[in-house]
C-alpha cells in the first residue's frame, strides 16, 4: 500500500508550478533554499543556516500529490479505520513462527504464570527459573515461589537505596542530571537479575500459597504513586537537612530511618504482612500422585535448598550465574556496571558481561541442552505482537503501508544510543529450534502475561529478533569459555544511571 505513485491530475499540476514559482523568488538553487540574515545560525561544523518555517503551499501540495495515487486512497481507507499493525501484519510470517523446537528443556514448569498489572516481569521470570528445582524436589505438576513476597521487600529496600543515594548526593544542585533521574524513577516495579539475587540472599523464598498477591500487587500504580510521591518529599527534607546549620550523620539517620518506616507502613497496609525471614513456615500441599505433604522451613532455608541433580539445578549454582549482555556501542569482552543502579545497600551490584550475540545466543543453547532454562531480557515492545505470541521482524510490513522503513539506518547501537530501544521486559527460554547447520531458528519464550495470550501464554521468537531485540540472558558459567568468564576479573567500565543498560526490565 502506497508504494507506487500515478500521475498527477492538471489541478495538482498547477497547484505545484504555483508552489515552485514562489520558491523560485526565494532564490531557489540546487534544490536548497537559501535565505540570507545577519542572524544566521552558526551551526554544525560552520554551516550558516537559519530555521526554516513549514510553508502551507508545500504541504498542501504534499497532500494533492498523495491523494492522486489510488493506492494511497486505499491505504488512507485502511490505515485510518483500524490499529495499522492489525492492517500491516504479516499472514505468512505468523503462520512461518510454528511452536515446533528440536531442543528444549524437559521440565518448563506451571502453570504460566501472571504479572497482571504490575512491571514485575523480572520477578516472574526468575521465580519461573528456580521453581523446577523445587518441582522436580516435591514432586509437583504446578507451583509458584511467592513474587508478591520478593516485591514486598524489593519496595522496601529500593525505598531505602534511594534515600542513601539522596543523601549521598546532596552537595549536588537539585536540577543536577544525576539528581533528577534519581528523582525521576525513586521505587519502581522493575528490576535486574542482581537485584533479584540480593532479595533472595537476605530474605530467602516462600511458596506463593503462604504469601499470595494482594490486589495492590496485582495493580500496582497506586501504591508506586503513593510511594512515590513520599519519597520525592523526603528527598527534598534530607538535602535541606544536609545542607543545614545542625547537619549530623545521626539527624540524617534518624530521619531516614523513620521515613523508611512510613513506608513500611504503607507497604504493610497495601500488600499485606510478610513471612518473616528467619521465622519457621509451614507448607502443605498434594504432590502430582496426590499424596498429603507437609514441609517445615524458613524463607532463608527454602531458598537454600534449592536443588535438582537431575538439572544439576542448585542455589549455590544460580547464585554464580551471570549476565551476559549484547551492548554493541561497547567493546565486545568488556565487563560493564551501571553507577548508582540496585536495590539492596551493600547487596550485589549490577553486572554484564558484554559479549557479541554469537556467543550469547551459543549459551543460551547450551543451557537449554543441559535441561535448564534462561533469564533473558528484551525490548518486548518492537516487532511482536501479544495475542498469538509472535516476535519477528517480518511480523509488520509498514514499508507496504506507508513507504518508508521503520528503521532505515538505524541499528542496534543507534538505536540505544538516540533511546528508541532498551530493555523493558524480562522472561525465559524453555526451547530452541537449530537447522542442520546448527544454526538456532526460532525460540520458545515462556511469558507472564497469563494464558489469555500467545500459545496459551507461550511465545515464538524468530532468530533474527533476538538478535536485534534481545539484549541480555543470565547463564551459568560453566557454558562459556575461560576468555569469557576472565572477563569478570576486569575493571568495569561504569555507565551512567541513565544510560539505556539501566534500563529495569
Known amino acids: 500500500m502506497g508504494a507506487q505513485q500515478s500521475k498527477s491530475s492538471p489541478e495538482a499540476a498547477a497547484h505545484e508550478k504555483a508552489v515552485l514559482d514562489r520558491l523560485q523568488s526565494l532564490k531557489l538553487e540546487d534544490d536548497f533554499v537559501h535565505v540570507s540574515s545577519e ?25 494533492s500529490k498523495l491523494l492522486a495515487d489510488p493506492k494511497n486512497r486505499l491505504a488512507l481507507s485502511a490505515l485510518s479505520s483500524a490499529n495499522p499493525r492489525d492492517v500491516l501484519t504479516n499472514r505468512s510470517t505468523k503462520i512461518a513462527d510454528q511452536h515446533v523446537f528440536n531442543v528444549k528443556i524437559p521440565f518448563e514448569g506451571a502453570p504460566i504464570t501472571n504479572q497482571r498489572s504490575s512491571g514485575r516481569c523480572w520477578l516472574f521470570a526468575s521465580t519461573n527459573v528456580f521453581r ?15 513474587q508478591a513476597y520478593l516485591f514486598f521487600w524489593d519496595k522496601l529496600e529500593k525505598s531505602n537505596f534511594f534515600l542513601e543515594n539522596i543523601i549521598e548526593t546532596a552537595d549536588q544542585p537539585l536540577d543536577e542530571r544525576l539528581v533528577q533521574r534519581l528523582l525521576a524513577d525513586p521505587v519502581s516495579d522493575g ?22 498477591d494482594s490486589w495492590n500487587a496485582m495493580s500496582s500504580s497506586t501504591i508506586n504513586y503513593i510511594i512515590v510521591a513520599k519519597l520525592r518529599e523526603y528527598a527534598v527534607v534530607l538535602r535541606d537537612l544536609a545542607s543545614g546549620s545542625r547537619k549530623s550523620a545521626a539527624t540524617l539517620s534518624a530521619a531516614k530511618d523513620k521515613m523508611v518506616r512510613e513506608i513500611h507502613l504503607i507497604l504493610t497496609l497495601t500488600l499485606g504482612p510478610p513471612p518473616s525471614s528467619t521465622d519457621e513456615f509451614e507448607w502443605t500441599f498434594l504432590d502430582k500422585d496426590g499424596r498429603a505433604r507437609t ?46 543502579l540496585g536495590n539492596v545497600v551493600g547487596g550485589r551490584g549490577i553486572t554484564y558481561i558484554n559479549v557479541d550475540m554469537d556467543t550469547l545466543k551459543q549459551a543460551c543453547v ?21 495475542t498469538q505470541g509472535v516476535m519477528d521482524l517480518e511480523l509488520f510490513d509498514f514499508e507496504l503501508g506507508f513507504n518508508v522503513r521503520l528503521y532505515g539506518s538505524l541499528d542496534k547501537a543507534a538505536r540505544l544510543r538516540v533511546g528508541e530501544s532498551a530493555m523493558t521486559h524480562a522472561m525465559v527460554l524453555t526451547a530452541v529450534h537449530v537447522d542442520a547447520e546448527g544454526k538456532t531458528v526460532r525460540w520458545r519464550v515462556q511469558n507472564s502475561w497469563g494464558t489469555g495470550v500467545g500459545e496459551k501464554g507461550w511465545f515464538v521468537m524468530s532468530d533474527a529478533w533476538m538478535d536485534q531485540f534481545v539484549y541480555q540472558a543470565v547463564v551459568d558459567p560453566r557454558f562459556l569459555s575461560r576468555k569469557v568468564r576472565d572477563v569478570l576479573n576486569k575493571e568495569p567500565v561504569v555507565l551512567p544511571l541513565w544510560d539505556p543498560m539501566g534500563a529495569l526490565a
Request: charged residues 20%; glycine residues 6%; neutral net charge.
Open 39 to 63: 542572524k544566521e545560525a552558526l551551526f554544525n561544523g560552520g554551516i550558516n543556516r537559519k530555521p526554516e518555517e513549514l510553508a502551507v503551499e508545500i504541504t498542501q501540495n504534499w497532500q
Open 132 to 146: 523446577i528445582a523445587i518441582m522436580k524436589k516435591y514432586n509437583l505438576d504446578a507451583f509458584e515461589l511467592s
Open 191 to 212: 528490576g535486574q537479575w542482581d537485584m533479584v539475587y540480593n532479595l533472595v540472599d537476605k530474605y530467602g523464598l516462600v511458596p506463593q500459597t503462604l504469601y499470595p
Open 295 to 340: 514441609v517445615v522451613s524458613t524463607p532463608h532455608r527454602f531458598a537454600k535448598d534449592i536443588s535438582s541433580q537431575e538439572f544439576r539445578i542448585t542455589s549455590s549454582a544460580i547464585a554464580s550465574m551471570v549476565s551476559l549482555v549484547h551492548d554493541p556501542r561497547h567493546a565486545p569482552l568488556s565487563l560493564m556496571t551501571v553507577d548508582r
Open 366 to 386: 547450551s543451557m537449554l541442552r543441559a535441561g535448564l532454562p534462561v533469564f533473558f531480557g528484551s525490548d518486548v515492545g518492537k516487532y511482536s505482537e501479544r
